[in-house]
């Protein structure tokens, strides 16, 4: 029986190491745990649910996350299917009773005729043999180690990632394209703000409320990225002369250079989602939309991507990852989960269910088929693979789908419409991978 090696029963590597068990193919699964815990993990029960027990909307037309999960379920996602199963009340969310999830999923991974597991840390990757790697953002140091050798310094153990916004959602009465002394072809989006203003927003900024970090996340870490709230508090206009520098960019509503000034950076080739420059922060998130939206440009945005920081091994997967998932230069290592720079649980697990998927073909000499990029699972596929020089993680927002071939105006019924879409090409795929 032809035989595949994951590393890390996350969601992620239990997805797919569920999958291709169901195919017939024997996996031998390894996670440290029981006998040993990373600093975020206390169960001994697999696919543990750290943070939140909400695997966010269930809205298959309104929300991308919850689009994400149909597409999931229509392929045979068990980790969504157990998500069902433990379900609590949760208004529109899915939310679930965490211990009985990482249970029934723990009982069905060792239950599994074809699944082996391993309490043991893998510390070296061999190249000839079919692996996923799942290891997590908490991968051990000893194995990050041994990755390292594979993708040098593309590998980073900490996100600070700034907020991303909708661009249709930007106010372009109170902005304007350019760059600083136009120089460039002025792609950034630059919001403007009086002084006024800028004391309103430094004000909120003092004030507002953060994100903890765990013990396993120094302040210190962050000091070659510093948080702008803690920029803030190092003088009024500290930020003036940082990230909200106004010099060289002139508004051409006014002709003069603005009191302080935020620059929107395109996150995609389409201009669907824009970053806000240099606005690393570690406030809660809804601390984010309140302060965020004080800037006049911002003042009905809707927030694709808030702004984190926390400990994150992830690689460099533009650079070094194909999109399915594998290595390009090692194409029987595949690697699924945050890892790869998806963020959040769902998201985790739909790597690891397509990286599955993709290499359960590879493994039985099936025809490369790949899921369209106007599904959400194919679009953060490349997303991840495709090339960004400041690539940083992303979840699922409709902002990384590409456009519908006609204007639809209403923002609920082009969310619908890119929904249906999705849901097309999901059944497609699914004839294309059944038809041999």
Known sequence: ????????????????????????????????????????????????????????????????????????????????????????????????????????????????????????????????????????????????????????????????????????????DNAFFGDRYDKGNGDHINCPMDKEQYLEFIDALRGAKRAELHGFESTAVFEGCMPIEVMAERGIDTLRFGPLKPVGLTNPKTGRWAYACLQLRKEDENGNMYNLVGFQTNLLWGEQKRVFSIIPALKRAEFLRYGVMHRNTFINSPKFLNIDYSLKDYPKTFFAGQITGVEGYVESAASGLMSAIYLERKIKGKKEVYISDTTVLGALARYITTENKDFEPMNANFGVLPPLNRVVKDKAQRKNALAERSLESVSEFIKEINND
Not at 25 to 48: G, M, Q, R, W
């Open 1 to 172: 029986m032809r035989k595949v090696k994951i590393i890390g029963a996350g969601l992620a590597g239990a997805e797919a190491a569920y999958y291709l068990a169901e195919k017939g193919i024997s996996v031998d699964l390894f996670d440290i745990k029981p006998k040993k815990f990373t600093p975020a993990h206390h169960n001994e029960n697999y696919a543990e649910l750290v943070c939140s027990n909400s695997l966010k909307s269930n809205d298959v037309y309104g929300n991308a996350c919850g689009l994400l999960k149909e597409e999931m379920r229509l392929l045979g996602s068990m980790v969504i299917s157990v998500a069902d199963q433990t379900r609590v009340p949760a208004g529109n969310a899915l939310a679930v009773d965490r211990e009985k999830f990482a249970s029934i999923i723990t009982e069905k991974l060792k239950n599994h005729k074809n699944i082996n597991i391993y309490s043991e840390e893998v510390t070296e990757i061999d190249f000839d043999e079919y692996t996923i790697i799942a290891s997590g953002p908490l991968t051990t140091d000893t194995l990050s180690q041994s990755i390292s050798k594979i993708v040098g310094d593309g590998l980073s153990f900490f996100d600070a990632s700034a907020p991303i916004v909708d661009f249709e959602s930007i106010d372009m």
